[in-house]
């Protein structure tokens, strides 16, 4: 069942949310100081890419110092907007009855996409 919504995921628009989540990630690890910027958008499109199944939870010893200085940062730096498009996407999704599994991979998606650092995806 999990490959069945992988596959409808990646058909209706899951793919194009990886695409921009690796772009902006490379784009961000052109410096030095984005990279880790760009590792946590890498991760939250290989969980845009295969959303069912998978989850992200916090790492061994998390939360950390450093991965709430850099969650602050995150934040300050307005990455926050995308977690506004996984709830407006979300609740798209859930108008309908053959959306609302869809609706809900986007809100499973609203609190990592506001604090990365410190996930894994299982």
Request: glycine fraction near 12%.
């Amino acid at each position: 069942m999990k490959t069945l919504g992988n596959i409808l995921w990646l058909i209706f628009g899951g793919i194009l949310i990886a695409i921009i989540y690796y772009i902006v990630g490379l784009l961000m690890c052109i410096t030095v100081i984005g990279i880790p910027f760009g590792v946590q958008l890498f991760k939250l499109g290989t969980y845009a890419l295969w959303p069912f199944g998978h989850e992200l939870v916090d790492g061994p010893n998390q939360p950390g110092c450093l991965s709430i200085v850099m969650n602050l940062i995150w934040i300050l730096l307005g990455w926050w907007e995308i977690a506004v498009i996984h709830l407006v996407f979300g609740l798209l999704c859930c108008i309908t009855i053959v959306g609302i599994p869809f609706g809900m991979q986007h809100f499973k998606m609203v609190l990592p996409s506001i604090l990365p650092f410190g996930k894994e995806i299982r």
